[in-house]
């Protein structure tokens, strides 16, 4: 099952990231999948706020990870932009992140698709498509129990 909504603006895209973050339990991660520019570290950044992160959320993209610990949640924002196997995530010792046994906060995960296999069987896929500059459709879907 998938629920899409329309964003028309950057702030949108923040707010429903935002709302949807306080719904939110440990242990999930979530990945962000969508072109570059299609809003995966702006959904990031309102997700953070809505865990009640007040810090300055950046990209991930040359620390590879980014950890926020001041919130209602930890929280483990992934950049695998610059990796290209489950291995070199795994040789970098982020596998303990992926473990639902042992994750203690909510993994937000951009370009998962670089490390197949790494994430859990069950995680949350949120799809950023790119409609015109402002507009985004952003779909929600559960991954590993639905078919
Ligand atoms: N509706 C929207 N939702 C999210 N970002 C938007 C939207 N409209 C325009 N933008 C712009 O698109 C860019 C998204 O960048 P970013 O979040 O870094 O993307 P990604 O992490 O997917 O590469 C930002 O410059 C943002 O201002
Ligand atoms: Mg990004």
Redesign the pocket.
């Known amino acids: 099952m998938q629920i899409e909504v329309i964003?028309?603006?950057?702030e949108?895209?923040q707010n429903i990231a935002e709302k949807y973050a306080k719904s939110i339990t440990t242990p999930t991660v979530i990945s962000l999948v969508?072109?570059?520019?299609?809003?995966?570290?702006?959904?990031a950044k309102g997700f953070a706020k809505g865990l009640e992160i007040n810090d300055l959320v950046t990209?991930p993209t040359f620390t590879i990870m980014n950890d926020y610990k001041s919130g209602r949640l930890p929280l483990y924002h992934f950049d695998m932009y610059r990796l290209s196997s489950k291995e070199e995530a795994e040789e970098l010792g982020f596998a303990e992140y992926f473990d639902l046994r042992t994750l203690d906060g909510v993994c937000l995960v951009?370009w998962a698709e670089n490390v197949k296999g790494l994430l859990p069987a069950l995680c949350v896929e949120i799809t950023?498509t790119k409609l015109s500059?402002?507009?985004?459709k952003i779909g929600f879907s559960v991954k590993g129990w639905v078919k």
């Open positions: 964003s028309d603006s950057e949108m895209t969508g072109d570059l520019g299609a809003g995966k570290t702006t959904f990209s951009e950023l500059d402002t507009k985004r």
